[in-house]
T-cell receptor, first 112, second 116 residues
Framework: DTEVTQTPKHLVMGMTNKKSLKCEQH?????MYWYKQKAKKPPELMFV???????INESVPSRFSPECPNSSLLNLHLHALQPEDSALYLC???????????FGEGSRLTVL | AQSVTQLDSQVPVFEEAPVELRCNYS??????LFWYVQYPNQGLQLLLK??????LVKGINGFEAEFNKSQTSFHLRKPSVHISDTAEYFC??????????????FGTGTRLQVTL
């Protein structure tokens, strides 16, 4: 199983809503990532978890809150988002090969 | 700081023609270099990687890349493209590796458009 599964695939939310994006992998990888990708742009790193601990936070606004309940799961909690936060949110995982990330298909978020 | 520059935002090519997508990197230390592909409405997939050793790297789907330290380049090539190769291609450099986690810096991407 070499898949990273993200749910939901599409999400529409208002600026006052609270929602969560979920990511799951069963490859035994010990690092998991959240990236944000705007249209026609490269992915931008948001957070990295290594061994279930937050190791990189790229100065992301607090309205995005990551959580890693166990080594297979990664969540991104969303609250009080802005329309400019609309984007494709990509989850990835990796193990011991430098730079070899396995990406999910993404969750497309629209903030109204 | 490490960075990559993709010189072409779009590359149109006819099916069965060869293609080269250009990538230059900037780094003061040893580099790990990568090419990722993103098909429409999908996540990214690793095409190939250079970590060390042979400068000619072969990847999936018939792609290959050559690491050139003197020219600080890592260009991606395919001798004969197919319609299904139409996608966005990202060159990337790993600026941090902790033993499990990598911090990748992506280039701006090159849109490969293959037509009949």
């Amino acid at each position: 199983d070499t898949e990273v599964t993200q749910t939901p695939k599409h999400l529409v939310m208002g600026m006052t809503n609270k929602k969560s994006l979920k990511c799951e992998q069963h490859m035994g990888h010990r690092a998991m990532y959240w990236y944000k990708q705007k249209a026609k742009k490269p992915p931008e790193l948001m957070f990295v978890y290594s061994y279930e601990k937050l190791s990189i936070n790229e100065s992301v606004p607090s309205r995005f809150s990551p959580e890693c309940p166990n080594s297979s799961l990664l969540n991104l909690h969303l609250h009080a988002l802005q329309p400019e936060d609309s984007a494709l949110y990509l989850c990835a995982s990796s193990n011991r090969v430098p730079g070899e990330l396995f990406f999910g298909e993404g969750s497309r978020l629209t903030v109204l | 700081a490490q960075s990559v520059t993709q010189l072409d935002s779009q590359v149109p090519v006819f099916e069965e023609a060869p293609v080269e997508l250009r990538c230059n990197y900037s780094s003061s230390v040893s580099v790990y270099l990568f090419w990722y592909v993103q098909y429409p409405n999908q996540g990214l997939q690793l095409l190939l990687k250079y970590l060390s050793g042979s400068t000619l790297v072969k990847g999936i789907n018939g792609f290959e890349a050559e690491f050139n330290k003197s020219q600080t380049s890592f260009h991606l090539r395919k001798p004969s493209v197919h319609i299904s190769d139409t996608a966005e291609y990202f060159c990337a450099v790993s600026s941090l590796y902790t033993g499990t986690a990598s911090k990748l810096t992506f280039g701006t991407g090159t849109r490969l458009q293959v037509t009949l």
